[in-house]
């Protein structure tokens, strides 16, 4: 079951880290369901210690949660995506510094209500940098924790080692999804405004 929670958790990752803000703009629901998924995830390994049942159980409630409330809560969709991307970020990090289990797993939910609500305001002043910089650290972390689930033996995936390296390979998968985002800005952007044109048509013959 962790095996499948760290494929999970690489794939969901990946694409939050290379394409947040793409997503953000062009396919609303998916964005939001991928952060659920893995805020459900990362939740259910800090309540109960390993990525089993639960945290996949709790990752398909909150995709399935987020991905609806971006209908309908498409008026505050800001505001939401500052507490979905700060949580995620929150609750990655409390995942990577090991906190779960009954004690640390609290510990580690209130670092996600904490990080939500940091999210929240941030986003509402530097909307564009705040989805690129949280969607690229959180899919970084995700992909690393995902890939000690699938390769336990490698130390470079292992953050309990207390080795510098599982951290600066963390920081330069970021860099590297914030580079990657920025610059691809104005051709999302294009896409984006050619996806909406479709969907203001689609409005228009129903």
């Known amino acids: ?82 507490l979905s991307g700060g949580a995620l970020v929150g609750l990655a990090i409390a995942s990577w510094f090991g906190l779960d289990g009954l004690v640390g797993g609290f510990f580690g939910a209130i670092l996600g209500v904490v990080g939500g609500v940091i999210g929240a305001v941030v986003v509402l002043s530097f909307f564009d940098p705040f989805i690129v910089a949280s969607s690229a650290l959180g899919g970084a972390i995700m992909v690393m924790t995902g890939a000690h689930l699938v390769l336990p033996a490698v130390k470079l995936f292992d953050r309990s080692t207390g080795e510098f390296w599982p951290t600066l390979i963390t920081l330069i998968l970021a860099l590297i999804g914030i580079g990657w985002q920025y610059s691809n800005i104005t051709k999302w952007v294009r896409t984006t405004r050619w996806v909406q044109a479709i969907d203001a048509v689609r409005k228009q013959h129903k």
């Open 1 to 82: 079951m962790s095996i499948l929670a760290g494929i999970l958790l690489i794939i969901v990752g990946l694409g939050v880290l290379g394409f947040g803000l793409f997503l953000f703009y062009g396919f609303l629901p998916l964005f939001y369901a991928l952060a659920g998924l893995g805020i459900g995830l990362l939740l259910g390994e800090a309540l109960t210690g390993n990525f089993g049942l639960i945290a996949i159980v709790l990752g398909i409630l909150g995709a399935v949660i987020l991905g609806g409330a971006s209908y309908s809560l498409e008026p505050y969709r800001r505001v939401l995506l500052g």
